[in-house]
């Protein structure tokens, strides 16, 4: 399974996923209530499509780091005797203009032939694809025939259409938690032009459109397609997605939602600081690892933040913290940042955390220590050095390729492949470690313990190697050209404009070691 979709290059091959047993299928959206219960429930909001809400969506996840989601669509079980006809298409569509811009979710095209996630593990195998998904994407359409109801004093033919989006990973096919988007659609037709109405209700909103009674149908479908995407996506990367339908925390289950997030990641308080490690580092208050460990810079970043939001300045990661955080405008809440000087912490390895604060129920960080201010002097010199565990340079055709990366100091590492017909992409860092940040002792083996190879291409043509180190993590800054989806070509010419890339946002240091891999 290549990395790359260069096919005779020095192959990155990703390993395809065992798959020990097929998932029971999925359970499907209950259509038995009644639907007048959910048409009287709330005024109804009017709408064409969701198409601005996925716009939004898009904006959400690049805004919060999301990226290098690799999806297959599943093919999707119809129980509308025909009505859910081309939801796979319609779901690949929808993901599309989800992403236009962050490229933060990428389908991996499937044959439609493929009829579960375990065949298309096979296929991918056996025909060498570019990128084994992360994740299968499980979709069921279900119907309730037409009922007569009374709605707005009149009698109507109502049927209710669900939609069940289920999230597994293609690792070992488990349901990813928390994810699932489960929603039903209430189509009318009413009068005697036979008006067709469609309602969706979410958060105690009834969202509503009207159509002629040919069009609703499909009109419907596409909507529900579109708001279970935002739900699922939205859950997946834990970004306020909400928002994008016009809702706040005041509408019904929208608190609960994110409740429901925080004890998910409050359970497991390392989550919980890796998560603010990775948002603070985006937002360019924290300059540490991502490593689910306490450190005196992240401390500093978390009170800094959580003052900025009005609220106490202490090293607590509480509920209300993370309630705030995913409220807030964090382009204002940068600028008023940037008018105060951060503290002068430097980033070192950081502790184990201590037993009492793993188990405490809520993560709270201690404040940390006065930090006396060290003598000036000038940092070391940032360099970089590419080699291999046993020197070689030469590598016969398919002969294994483990490099080894050291920076001379901490330093944030992007690597890429340039392949033997000039095609360039990244494979550091990627879904397998987003971390970029390295310490100089252990320094970064590639590949490592992740599930790619580097080898080198039958055809026996040189490729090479490009790293680069930063003093702060820039990869959300790099233009669209550089900063694209893992393993994904990308649509420059040569290393010197990915350097060149590097250099136009880099406010510091910037190294940059280069390895031949050369044929014997």
Same mark, same amino acid.
């Given at each position: ?9 020095? &192959? ?42 996925? !716009? ?44 236009? !811009? ?48 009374? &709605?707005? @004093? ?94 706040? /925390? ?32 985006? &937002? ?15 401390? /500093?970043?978390?009170?800094?933040? &959580? ?57 709270? #960080? ?42 001379? !100091? ?32 252990? @320094? ?15 055809? @026996? ?13 820039? #990869? ?45």
């Amino acid at each position: 399974m290549t990395m790359s979709p260069i096919q005779a290059s020095a &192959r990155l091959f990703l390993f395809a996923f065992a798959a020990i047993a097929a998932l029971a299928g999925c359970a499907s959206t209950d259509t038995k209530r009644a639907p007048e219960s959910t048409a009287a429930a709330a005024p109804v909001q009017p709408i064409t499509n969701f198409s601005p809400a996925l !716009r939004c969506m898009d904006t959400l996840l690049q805004d919060y780091g999301a990226r290098d989601i690799t999806i297959i669509v599943e093919d999707v079980v119809d129980q509308t005797k025909g009505a859910g006809a081309g939801t796979k298409d319609m779901l690949v569509s929808v993901m599309s203009d989800m992403t236009q !811009r962050s490229r933060a979710i990428r389908v991996v095209a499937s044959n439609k032939d493929w009829g579960n996630t375990v065949n298309a593990m096979a296929a991918l195998k056996r025909e060498q694809f570019a990128v084994t998904p992360q994740y299968a994407l499980r979709a069921t359409m279900s119907q309730l025939d037409n009922q007569n109801v009374r &709605r707005n @004093g009149e009698d109507a033919l109502a049927s209710v259409f669900g939609v069940d989006l289920t999230l597994l990973t293609t690792q070992d096919l488990s349901v990813v938690p928390g994810t699932a988007g489960r929603n039903s659609i209430l189509l009318f037709r009413q009068g005697k032009a036979f008006d067709g109405k469609a309602e969706i209700r979410k958060f105690g909103v009834n969202f509503g459109l009207s159509a002629s009674s040919g069009e609703v149908v499909g009109l419907a479908s596409r909507a529900l397609v579109e708001l279970a995407s935002i739900e699922l996506f939205g859950r997946l990367a834990r970004v306020p997605y909400w928002t994008c339908l016009g809702l706040t /925390e005041a509408h019904e289950g929208v608190s609960a939602e994110m409740q429901d997030w925080y004890d998910t990641m409050a359970a497991q308080p390392a989550e919980m600081m890796k998560y603010f490690q990775a948002q603070l580092r985006l &937002r360019r208050v924290y300059d540490g690892p991502i490593d689910g460990a306490v450190n005196a810079p992240f401390k /500093e970043a978390v009170m800094r933040y &959580r003052e900025a939001l009005g609220q106490p300045r202490e090293a607590k990661l509480s509920v209300d913290f993370f309630k705030a955080y995913l409220s807030a405008d964090h382009r204002q809440i940068e600028a008023k940042l940037g008018a105060v000087a951060p503290a002068q912490v430097a980033v070192v390895p950081s502790p184990a955390p201590a037993a009492s604060a793993a188990a405490a129920p809520l993560p709270s #960080l201690a404040a940390p220590a006065p930090v006396m201010p060290a003598a000036a002097s000038a940092p070391a010199q940032l360099a970089l050095r590419i080699g291999t565990a046993n020197e070689a340079r030469k590598f016969a055709s398919g002969e294994a390729v483990q490099l080894t990366i050291r920076p001379s !100091r901490d330093a944030y590492i992007y690597c890429f492949l340039q392949d033997e017909n000039k095609k360039i992409i990244r494979f550091f860092p990627n879904r397998f470690q987003r971390d970029s940040h390295v310490l100089p002792g252990p @320094g970064l083996r590639l590949p490592g313990d992740m599930r790619f190879e580097i080898t080198m291409n039958p055809r @026996g043509r040189m490729e090479t190697v490009a790293c680069f180190a930063t003093d702060r993590d820039v #990869l959300a800054q790099l233009p669209a050209g550089v900063n694209g989806g893992d393993f994904d070509p990308l649509p420059v010419v040569s290393l010197d404009q990915v350097r060149s890339a590097f250099v136009k946002v880099v406010n510091g240091s910037l190294a940059q070691d280069t390895f031949l891999i050369q044929p014997k």
